[in-house]
C-alpha cells in the first residue's frame, strides 16, 4: 500500500470517513450506508457479494441545490457479516449526479 506522510493510505481513507446512515440501492436491493468517504462507502444489505465484483447503486441525497440521485458503479473492496447481514466497502469507480422532481426516489 502506499505511503502518505508515513501512513499508509488505507489508513489516511479512514480518517476521512464519514458516519451517515443513508438509503441505498445496490443492485436493484435496498440497504444503507454506515459511513462514506469521497472514493467510497460501507453498505450493508441483506444479499452476498463477491470480493472484487462490479455493482451499480444510488442514493438520494439533499444538497443545497435540491434533491439529487447519485448514481455510482463500484468495486466490492471488503465483505463483512454485521448484526446477521453482509457489509461491503465499496469503491467508487464513477459516479453520475442526477436531479429529480419527485420525492418517491425509491419506487421505480
Do not use: Y
Not at 479512514?14 to 460501507?42: K, W
Not at 452476498?48 to 444510488?58: A, L, N, R, T, Y
Amino acid at each position: 500500500m502506499a505511503k502518505v506522510d508515513g501512513h499508509s493510505a488505507h489508513k489516511q481513507a479512514r480518517r476521512t470517513r464519514i458516519n451517515a446512515r443513508l438509503p441505498v440501492n445496490v443492485n436493484g436491493v435496498r440497504g444503507v450506508t454506515r459511513d462514506i468517504s469521497t472514493t467510497g462507502m460501507f453498505i450493508i444489505q441483506t444479499i452476498q457479494h463477491e470480493m472484487g465484483s462490479h455493482v451499480d447503486f444510488w442514493l438520494d441525497m439533499d444538497t443545497p441545490e435540491g434533491k439529487v440521485k447519485l448514481c455510482c458503479k463500484g468495486e466490492v473492496m471488503r465483505i463483512e457479516k454485521v448484526d446477521g447481514k453482509v457489509g461491503i466497502g465499496v469503491k467508487i469507480l464513477s459516479q453520475e449526479r442526477q436531479s429529480f422532481a419527485t420525492d418517491d426516489a425509491f419506487s421505480a
